[in-house]
């Protein structure tokens, strides 16, 4: 390789050579630095004109705080990183350690906090003291069946789940060896549907609208009229409400991407009704950001509206509006599938039998129609193959 060409700078033991840029065809500056330390003469470099925003001033405070001390040369760095890599390979990765690292990355994500208390209970006592290739298949199979005599099939599989996603983890990361055996997870037959009557939709919007609370009835109207899950409304600030375009913009919905649905007349009124504050959330909390939950509040509604006690305020009134537009004969399976946000057709299928009862009962009212003309003497035209032949 071809020595470059040195380019001395205003800035003493900085200098410069051309290289390439990440725009093809131009060149960048890419500067370096001299300097000795302890007596060793360092040739280093400091940074890319383009990629690192580097400029000759920068470089020269760069050189001066490794002087200094301040900052680490290149090779101290190297080493640095190389004494904790070897430091971090003589950590024993039991599955709770990886459980501290993986939760350190996943903070952010949303159900970590019930995934710890899960990884806590179940995992914890038996398995969390041992790395990943000492527990055996039986070992996982001792934990399922202790779990299935108190906890609900769900909850096993979001612990198993837990326990597999750690060896992904490890092995992703290269802490230690993983599960050297697949995971079988249970099934779970968890598509429970929730509908409510005439009378029980009218209870409920007779309750909603004598509660006191300044929110809860509104998150409820809107789960109803908009099919929004509920972290998606809390979630909501007034600038995702188009008023003018009529749409609202769904944003980090469960699905991954952005999205946006229509602001249907009545879902339009209740956020009217909503007064504003400085807050940019709809629903804000005393500490600026939006609520999280009002379980409590939500239950206390349901309760009084006499609904059944397993019914889910927010989730129960999403598939209340899903249910209805299946039965109404109005609106095919893919508008539904769009107006929830699902991802796949293949949660929106639940509510495909609501729309076959629907359209059967359109194929009978065509027969009692035409019995009915048949019956006032009406005349039927019917075609004859003949005449169709010709």
């Keep these: 390789m071809p020595i470059l060409k040195r380019h001395a700078t205003d800035y003493k033991g900085v200098y410069f050579v051309w290289g390439e840029s990440i725009h093809p065809g131009k060149k960048q500056k890419i500067f370096y630095i001299r300097y000795r330390k302890d007596g060793k003469a360092i040739d280093e470099k400091a940074g890319r004109q383009n990629e690192d925003n580097m400029t000759a001033s920068k470089a020269s405070i760069i050189r001066a705080e490794r002087i200094s001390g301040k900052r680490l040369s290149n090779e101290e760095r190297r080493d640095e990183l190389e004494a904790k890599r070897v430091e971090r390979n003589k950590i024993k990765w039991t599955v709770k350690n990886i459980w501290d690292e993986y939760a350190q990355v996943k903070a952010s994500n949303r159900g ?16 969390g003291g041992k790395t990943l290739d000492e527990i055996s ?32 983890f490890t ?45 809860a ?21 007034w600038g995702d ?19 946006t649905i229509p602001l249907n007349d009545d879902c339009r009124n209740v956020f ?20 999280t939950s009002l379980d409590k509040v939500l239950r206390g509604i349901r309760d009084r509206a006499g609904l059944p006690a397993d019914f889910r305020p927010m989730h129960g009134l999403r598939h209340t509006f899903a249910s209805l537009l299946a039965s109404s004969g109005r609106a095919d399976l893919y508008l539904i599938q769009r107006l929830l946000t699902h991802k796949s057709p293949m949660m929106t299928q639940r509510y495909a039998h609501l729309r076959d009862e629907s359209l059967r009962q359109a194929s009978e009212l065509a027969g009692e129609l035409v019995n009915e003309a048949v019956k006032s003497g009406e005349k039927v035209n019917v075609v004859s193959l003949d005449e169709k032949r010709g």
Excluded: C, W, Y
Excluded at 225 to 231: A, E, Y
Excluded at 241 to 256: A, C, D, L, Q, S
């Design 112 to 127: 970590i906090k019930k995934d710890e208390a899960r990884f806590n209970k179940h995992i914890v006592p038996t398995l």
């Design 137 to 168: 298949p039986l070992d996982v199979d001792r934990l399922r069946l202790s779990m299935s005599k108190f906890s609900k099939p769900q909850t096993v599989k979001n612990t198993l789940s837990i326990l597999k996603r750690l060896s992904f």
């Design 171 to 215: 092995i992703d990361r290269r802490l230690s060896k993983g599960l050297d055996f697949k995971i079988t997870m249970p099934k779970v037959n968890n598509l429970k549907t929730e509908f409510l009557t005439t009378d029980q939709l009218k209870a409920l919007l007779n309750v909603i609208q004598e509660d006191p609370h300044p929110f």
């Design 217 to 237: 009835g509104k998150l409820m109207l809107i789960a109803l009229f908009s099919g929004l899950r509920k972290s998606e409304i809390l979630n909501l600030e």
């Design 241 to 259: 409400v188009n008023f003018e375009r009529k749409f609202i913009r769904i944003r980090n919905p469960k699905g991954g991407q952005d999205m």
């Design 272 to 291: 009217e009704s909503i007064t504003k504050t400085d807050s940019p959330f709809i629903f804000p909390s005393k500490k600026a950001v939006h609520i």
